[in-house]
């Protein structure tokens, strides 16, 4: 499946995991003090799968479009999820805000020079900025770190 085809609700117990998703391009929705009513009224009206290690919750019949993960561990999350609903992970990769979900969009190199750090401005030639919070993104080590960690879950 694509990460346009698939929205999800991760519910206060998944923080980390929310932020996974959205690494792989995946419109996540995280609210960490949202009631558990609130929650599923979003996630139907936005036609989200809700996310939860909760099982009470996945037992409500309003919360019938939702998983129930099984791990304490963020990998083992990722990879529950990528399994169940057979996920394509390299088309959206980092295609989205890690902090506020939005899709992100190139900006030209000379509009953000004051924004990054001169070593970054001076390797890098392509940058991403979020509308929204106005983060700005590159392709430094950190990403590295993660296509490693990406690795690891998937094999």
Same mark, same amino acid.
């Given at each position: 499946?694509?990460?346009?085809?698939?929205?999800?609700?991760?519910?206060? %117990?998944?923080?980390?995991?929310?932020?996974?998703?959205?690494?792989?391009?995946?419109?996540?929705?995280?609210?960490?003090?949202?009631?558990?009513?609130?929650?599923?009224? %979003?996630?139907?009206?936005?036609?989200?799968?809700?996310?939860?290690?909760?099982?009470?919750?996945? *037992?409500? *019949?309003?919360?019938?479009?939702?998983?129930?993960?099984?791990?304490?561990?963020?990998? *083992?999350?990722?990879?529950?999820?990528?399994?169940?609903?057979?996920?394509?992970?390299?088309?959206?990769?980092?295609?989205?805000?890690?902090?506020?979900?939005?899709?992100?969009?190139?900006?030209?190199?000379?509009?953000?020079?004051?924004?990054?750090?001169?070593?970054?401005?001076?390797?890098?030639?392509?940058?991403?900025?979020?509308?929204?919070?106005?983060?700005?993104?590159?392709?430094?080590?950190?990403?590295?770190?993660?296509?490693?960690?990406?690795? *690891?879950?998937?094999?």
């Amino acid at each position: 499946m694509t990460s346009e085809s698939l929205k999800f609700f991760a519910d206060v %117990m998944l923080g980390r995991l929310a932020r996974w998703l959205r690494i792989l391009g995946y419109d996540v929705a995280y609210e960490p003090s949202i009631l558990d009513d609130d929650l599923i009224a %979003m996630a139907i009206h936005e036609h989200r799968i809700i996310l939860t290690m909760d099982r009470k919750l996945t *037992e409500r *019949e309003s919360a019938k479009n939702s998983l129930l993960i099984k791990s304490p561990s963020y990998k *083992e999350q990722l990879r529950q999820i990528i399994t169940h609903y057979n996920i394509d992970c390299r088309p959206g990769i980092f295609t989205r805000c890690l902090v506020c979900n939005r899709l992100l969009d190139p900006i030209e190199k000379d509009k953000i020079k004051d924004r990054v750090p001169p070593y970054v401005y001076s390797t890098q030639d392509k940058f991403d900025i979020c509308r929204q919070c106005q983060r700005t993104y590159w392709s430094g080590t950190h990403r590295a770190k993660m296509l490693k960690l990406l690795d *690891e879950v998937f094999n």
